[in-house]
């Protein structure tokens, strides 16, 4: 059973950074890809930097370009978010997500880590 675990959400003003983990267990990273997603209240979960797995890079929105950036380190099993210049808008909660390879589908998620950009 794949398991994924988020952390590193908390309060942050604006313009500052977290970085949000992602600890994977049940999968090596060979057999599984990592996405990361958000929810803001009564909105739906959408993708923040997610595989391209054609281009073989990361695949951000546009809000998210220059200020998200998606690593993993393999050797830990686990995938990292890094995020700068944070707005308020930013506020939700982040989930990390896991696609078996060859599976077109986020098939597990994290229990999701809360952020909040205010003064």
């Known amino acids: 059973e794949v398991q994924l675990v988020e952390s590193g959400g908390g309060l942050v003003q604006p313009g500052g950074s977290l970085r949000l983990s992602c600890k994977i267990s049940?999968?090596?990273?060979?057999?599984?890809?990592i996405g990361w997603f958000r929810q803001a209240p009564g909105e739906d979960r959408l993708g923040v930097a997610c595989?391209?797995?054609?281009?073989?890079?990361?695949w951000y929105p546009d809000h998210a370009k220059g200020r998200f950036t998606n690593s993993s380190d393999n050797a830990k099993n686990a995938v990292y978010l890094q995020m700068s210049s944070l707005k308020p808008e930013d506020k939700a909660v982040y989930y990390c997500?896991?696609?078996?390879?060859?599976?077109?589908?986020?098939?597990?998620w994290g229990q999701g880590t809360q952020v909040t950009v205010a003064s």
């Open positions: 595989p391209d797995i054609r281009a073989g890079t990361t």
């Open positions: 997500a896991a696609a078996r390879v060859g599976v077109a589908v986020w098939s597990y």
């Open positions: 049940g999968a090596a990273a060979d057999e599984r890809a």
